[in-house]
């Protein structure tokens, strides 16, 4: 069993940064996957960025590419998502989860595991 916690969401102005931790209870946090999804009003939940078991492999969504960067401390078994020049466009709800499979890091129903989610939002 993993539990998920994320923090750090916020209002901040468009251009600006935010860094997301997500933290897990979990003793098996290095065994998986860990993905950033998000998910605006009125839309469906997309994908936003992964990272594999040793944090050497990463994904990222088009839309956040060279903008967001993923990593994460499996001594601490916290996960992070640094977003920089932020846009409108950007504001959702931030979920984290974990995975047991790489192949399939884009697709939220692969995740076993989710967090709660924090509220970010982007002022134009």
């Known amino acids: 069993q993993v539990q998920l916690v994320e923090s750090g969401g916020g209002l901040v102005q468009a251009g600006g940064s935010l860094r997301l931790s997500c933290a897990s209870s979990?003793?098996?946090?290095?065994?998986?996957?860990l993905g950033w999804f998000r998910q605006a009003p009125g839309k469906e939940r997309e994908f936003v960025a992964a990272?594999?078991?040793?944090?050497?492999?990463?994904a990222y969504a088009d839309s956040v590419k060279g903008r967001f960067l993923i990593s994460r401390d499996n001594t601490k078994n916290t996960v992070y998502l640094q977003m920089n020049r932020l846009k409108p466009e950007d504001t959702a709800v931030y979920y984290c989860?974990?995975?047991?499979?790489?192949?399939?890091?884009?697709?939220?129903?692969?995740?076993?595991?989710w967090g709660q989610g924090t509220q970010v939002t982007v002022s134009s």
């Open positions: 989860a974990a995975s047991s499979e790489w192949a399939t890091t884009h697709v939220p129903e692969k995740y076993n595991y």
């Open positions: 979990g003793r098996t946090f290095r065994d998986y996957v």
């Open positions: 990272i594999t078991w040793n944090g050497i492999g990463t």
